[in-house]
């Protein structure tokens, strides 16, 4: 493990999703107990999505911006909400110039798959119709997400273009969790890693599809075809179950002639982008950050 990073193992608490109410009061506790970001230069400013039901957002709007984020935030669609985001998506704003509009999308179990997948889209769909007040240009508009965010991102780029929905302009896949399966080598032998593993992958699967049968839009490792989807940047995590199945959806959007900027960082666990104070860290939200710059620009 990175020595930057290994000091703060001991010090961080077991994710245990057995019971969700009380898995959601501590991680919001540990979110407000960082510090907050820094949001010099950006207005901010909430909004309710009209949907069924509505979606509530919270806009990140840097100056000079000309293309936008849709941003899913992790917590195993079981935690998190617009509050305990702030932190990612206020830095992304910030360090990338574009308008991040972070998804405040209906949390399992009590609202299985497909509400966070709906909400998602829903999202998405509003920011290309109201991109002219966002302030954006309508063709440079991106997905991206942490985690169990990655795989709702993955998930919506596929729906729009199975549905010949709004453009999606790229796909910001960080630690992605894709496959309902488990199967892979990095999702059987992480037992014990940091803040993700085997078991607490397996809870977050089996509180999002309750009762449902997994489909390319809850797994999208299940989509049996990944042509004609929009450029990726992939992020993997050395010490991460979801490692393997990110790498082999990034080698399989490469096969399938997607554009792909695939990053394996050494020594990192999931999450650990939270520990700012590591220079990996640091450099991991950079690289983010830059290639979603690049993907806007170009």
Do not use: K
Not at 33 to 50: H, I, N, Q, W
Request: aromatic share 8%.
């Amino acid at each position: 493990m990175d020595p930057e990073l290994e000091p703060f193992v001991a010090l961080l608490p077991a994710e245990d999703l057995s019971d969700p109410v009380t898995a959601r009061e501590n991680y919001a506790a540990l979110a407000a107990s960082a510090p907050p970001p820094a949001t010099d230069g950006l207005r901010t400013e909430s909004r309710t999505v009209p949907a069924d039901p509505d979606v509530p957002v919270r806009i990140y709007r840097p100056e000079g911006a000309r293309g936008a984020l849709v941003w899913l935030h992790g917590g195993g669609w079981v935690m998190g909400d617009l509050d305990t985001d702030r932190h990612w998506a206020a830095r992304i704003a910030a360090a990338s110039g574009a308008v991040v509009v972070s998804v405040g999308f209906r949390l399992a179990p009590e609202h299985p798959f497909p509400a966070a997948f709906e909400d998602a889209y829903a999202v998405l769909a509003w920011a290309a119709e109201n991109a002219a007040e966002l302030g954006v240009d309508p063709g440079r508009i991106a997905v991206g997400g942490h985690s169990a965010g990655a795989n709702l991102a993955a998930a919506t780029a596929l729906r729009a273009r199975d549905e010949q929905g709004p453009p999606v302009c790229f796909q910001l896949l960080n630690e992605p969790i894709l496959d309902d399966r488990h199967d892979t080598w990095s999702a059987r032998n992480f037992t014990a890693t940091p803040w993700n593993n085997r078991a607490v992958r397996i809870a977050a699967y089996r509180h999002y599809l309750g009762s449902r049968p997994a489909t390319p839009y809850a797994a999208p490792a299940r989509a049996g075809n990944l042509t004609g989807l929009p450029a990726a940047y992939v992020a993997t995590a050395e010490f991460d179950p979801n490692r393997d199945e990110g790498i082999a959806y990034a080698q399989r959007l490469l096969q399938s002639g997607v554009p792909v900027e695939l990053r394996q960082w050494p020594g990192t666990f999931h999450g650990s982008q939270a520990i700012l104070s590591a220079d990996v860290s640091q450099r991991q939200l950079a690289g983010m950050c830059e290639a979603l710059r690049r993907a806007l620009a170009g």
